[in-house]
């Protein structure tokens, strides 16, 4: 599940929408776009992108889920080109077209209007009645989002300094992992895999995976060690040993009493956690990144030979680069609802100088294709001490509090006793900790912005059973 080298960018266009059947009048349209392009814009040639997001047609349609295509060529083609599909409250699936033509003669307006055509999918298949033949409507780029427009630029890393902490140096942890949620049985489930090249012997993959039952106690099931051969790294990003394969569409594998054998697909941009530039220039002892957010999972999972059907289950499959594992830690995944996700990490170093600080906290908060805080370097250092997140990795119960850019946030995370399993890691030095886990964690998240010199409560959001947690001791 290697990190994807992506340009992205978002978009919000607001506007209305006329439907050509039912009422005449026009409803509220819009659209809040994820766009990434998994390369650099060319500005003399044509550039493919895919699209994910929010769109919204007031008392019609709000599909947190859309996805689709644009075609970027201002200059060579002279045009943009958007193509939306989403699905309305009938349960119907539609596609927005759009169509811009940048010209010199008015830049301001060709950049920034956009007639739209509403039409439905190719294939209804509902056997209802008769869809709508469509629609037509028309999308501002409102200037005032400019800021925030330019804010959400990310251009892609080198290509070595984008993959400079997979080494094959000694001492070094490669980390793929993936957790999900059956929203029919609420059931959790956890694939760990590693790559180790200790201090002293030779590389091995090794790892486990565990089911949480609702109404059972977790079972867990190591595979491995294996002597690695060959270079997962190499060709294909992804996990490959004789007992288990983790790809960003795959997973699949056996572990005493498991199996399983189970597709994945990607739900949104890769979320970083970590500083980008962690990442390219080997700042922190170890890094983490949430290449496929809520990514959508379904297959099967057997124990003991009893199939446990996995349909549609909501998660995330992240990587972990570095040294080894933080002295302590804590680690949170949440999708909170159908359009937001919270991911913490918080972690102390292993390093004798910076073993006695308090841990720092990455913390990212994404909701309609935007992330918070903006900066990804915010939530660890802050702008000052009064404006630092904090969070005591503990058990059972664990909590962060922070604030930037005009809000602040307040998590509390709690690990049932009866759904926690405990593992225990060895790093590449040969040194152990123990993660203590659970797949049906709940949190309590209170989002708050200031206004008029007062704090207001913005969102509440209380997650019960589905949230991904732990807690790393020594």
């Known amino acids: 599940m290697g990190e994807g080298r992506t340009t992205h960018f978002a978009e919000t266009m607001e506007g209305t929408l006329r439907l050509a059947r039912g009422e005449g009048r026009e409803r509220g349209l819009r659209l809040d776009l994820r766009v990434d392009t998994h390369r650099l814009l060319r500005p003399l040639g044509s550039t493919t992108a895919d699209v994910t997001g929010r769109v919204r047609v007031s008392g019609w349609a709000d599909d947190p889920h859309a996805t689709g295509r644009m075609l970027i060529a201002p200059l060579a083609q002279g045009r943009i080109d958007y193509q939306v599909r989403f699905t309305a409250q009938d349960g119907r699936a539609y596609v927005l077209e759009g169509h811009k033509s940048p010209t010199w003669r008015d830049p301001l307006r060709s950049m920034t209007f956009l007639p739209v055509r509403l039409r439905p999918a190719e294939e209804d298949g509902t056997g209802g009645p008769p869809v709508a033949s469509g629609g037509e409507g028309v999308l501002r780029f409102r200037l005032r989002g400019l800021p925030r427009f330019m804010a959400s630029w990310r251009l892609p890393a080198p290509p070595a300094a984008a993959g400079s902490y997979d080494s094959v140096r000694p001492g070094r942890l490669n980390v793929w992992y993936s957790t999900f949620s059956d929203p029919a049985t609420g059931t959790g489930y956890w694939f760990h895999h590693e790559l180790v090249r200790p201090v002293d012997g030779a590389p091995y993959t090794h790892g486990w995976a ?31 040993c004789p007992s288990a394969v983790a790809t960003a ?25 970590f500083p980008r530039l962690a990442w390219r220039r080997r700042l922190l002892p170890a890094v983490h990144v949430v290449p496929q957010v809520r990514a959508r ?5 057997r124990l003991d030979g009893q199939p446990f059907p996995v349909a549609d289950a909501v ?33 102390v170093s292993t390093l004798p100088l910076l073993r006695r600080l308090p841990p720092l906290v990455f913390l990212r908060l994404r909701g309609a294709g935007r992330d918070w ?102």
């Open 373 to 474: 805080p903006r900066g990804d370097w915010r939530s660890a250092l802050g702008v000052c001490g009064a404006r630092r997140f904090t969070a005591r990795p503990e058990l059972p119960a664990w909590s962060v509090r922070g604030r930037a850019g005009g809000r602040r946030v307040t998590v509390r995370v709690h690990l049932p006793e009866e759904h926690r399993t405990a593992v225990a890691y060895t790093d590449p030095d040969g040194s152990g900790a123990t993660c203590h886990n659970s797949e049906r964690a709940d949190v309590h998240v209170r989002l708050e912005r200031r206004s008029a010199g007062r704090w207001r409560t913005e969102r509440v959001w209380d997650v019960r059973s589905t949230a991904h947690a732990e807690v790393g001791l020594r």
């Open 249 to 273: 569409t795959r997973l699949r594998g056996r572990a005493g009493r498991l199996a399983w054998d189970l597709e994945v697909s990607a739900g949104s941009a890769p979320l970083h956690t």
């Open 315 to 347: 998660g995330a499959g992240a990587r972990i680069v570095g040294r080894g594992n933080a002295h302590r830690w804590a680690w949170l995944h949440a999708d909170l609802d159908d359009d937001t996700v919270l991911e913490v990490v918080a972690a």
């Open 210 to 240: 565990a089911v949480y039952p609702p109404d059972a106690s977790p079972v867990l099931e190591r595979f491995g060690p294996h002597p690695l051969t060959g270079d997962p790294l190499a060709g294909v990003p992804g996990f490959r």
């Open 297 to 301: 999972c379904s297959g099967s999972v």
